[in-house]
């Protein structure tokens, strides 16, 4: 047992040194980096079967629900919806625990992936696609910006959402959804403080089962240099309150964003972590 923990505190050290994408040469994500010269790109299709099951450190999140003053610009970006905090914002978001130990990652962005029916998310679970699928990016804080931090292995982490329909409207998602009327056009905006939007994550990002593995941006540039962590307990949502997603317009002559999904990628033997 002593050994054990022993070994697993060193692989913990090698993988939180920062490391370029030049120099990956390590082996068993995400305790250390595993190169093995195939693309790791995403989403992927999550086969719970090949998933090893760990208990890792809690995920914990700073400033989500707690600080007053982190306030946002949600934005029709023409091809999601987006969310920033504005610049003037004194307090960041960040996380920190799970498999990324006692690294700390900021709050960059948060967007939303959803379909033409009931089938938008990006990732799926043994090939089940669920509604829609919520993301929120953040960068590794000691990598400076998030530009930078995509030139690292370990530079970014995204943690998703599942949405999944209910026969009834999720009460906690009334504001968000309603605020969608101001972003029917691209490039429309809003102002709104984070925490009163968007307390509707809260009770699924405290659940602490996930999967988590390493794989890419899910647009362009598609950059390898993401720690995925993609939890099971879907959020609900009602056919009407996705449909609200669906009134929103592209920048592409105004067609409506009724799908806006990144096609499955290979998952080539990666490394899939069952967190609890």
């Known amino acids: ?68 003053k982190a306030v946002v610009n949600i934005t029709n970006t023409g091809h999601t919806v987006n969310v920033k905090l504005v610049n003037n914002s004194e307090d960041i978001p960040f996380i920190t625990g799970g498999p990324l ?5 900021e709050f960059e962005q948060m967007h939303f992936h959803w379909g033409k029916h009931d089938f938008g998310s990006e990732h799926k679970v043994n090939g089940h696609q669920y509604a829609m699928e919520v993301h929120i990016v953040h960068y590794k804080k000691e990598y400076g910006t998030f530009e930078n931090a995509q030139n690292y292995y370990d530079g970014l982490c995204v943690v998703g959402f599942f949405g999944e329909i209910s026969t009834k409207n999720n009460r906690e998602m009334e504001n968000f959804i309603t605020d969608l009327r101001h972003l029917i056009q691209p490039n429309s905006n809003i102002i709104r403080n984070f925490k009163e939007e968007f307390s509707w994550i809260k009770k699924t990002a405290l659940k602490q089962h996930y999967y988590t593995y390493p794989g890419s941006l ?46 499955l990628q290979s998952f080539n033997n990666r490394t899939i972590l069952y967190g609890y």
Not at 237 to 260: A, C, D, P, T, Y
């Open 1 to 68: 047992m002593v050994f054990t923990l022993a070994l697993w505190f060193m692989f913990f050290a090698i993988s939180a040194s920062p490391m370029s994408l030049r120099d990956r040469n390590l082996d068993d994500w995400p305790y250390v980096f595993k190169d093995n010269g195939l693309p790791k790109q995403s989403p992927v299709d999550i086969c719970t079967k090949y998933a090893q099951r760990r208990y890792l450190p809690f995920l914990r999140y700073f400033g989500y629900w707690s600080f007053e």
């Open 218 to 263: 899910t647009t362009s540039p598609f950059t390898e240099c993401v720690i995925w962590i993609v939890f099971t307990k879907p959020i609900k949502i009602s056919r009407k309150q996705l449909m609200e997603f669906r009134k929103l317009h592209s920048s592409h002559k105004g067609v409506l964003i009724n799908e806006n999904d990144r096609e």
């Open 101 to 105: 130990f006692d690294s700390k990652y």
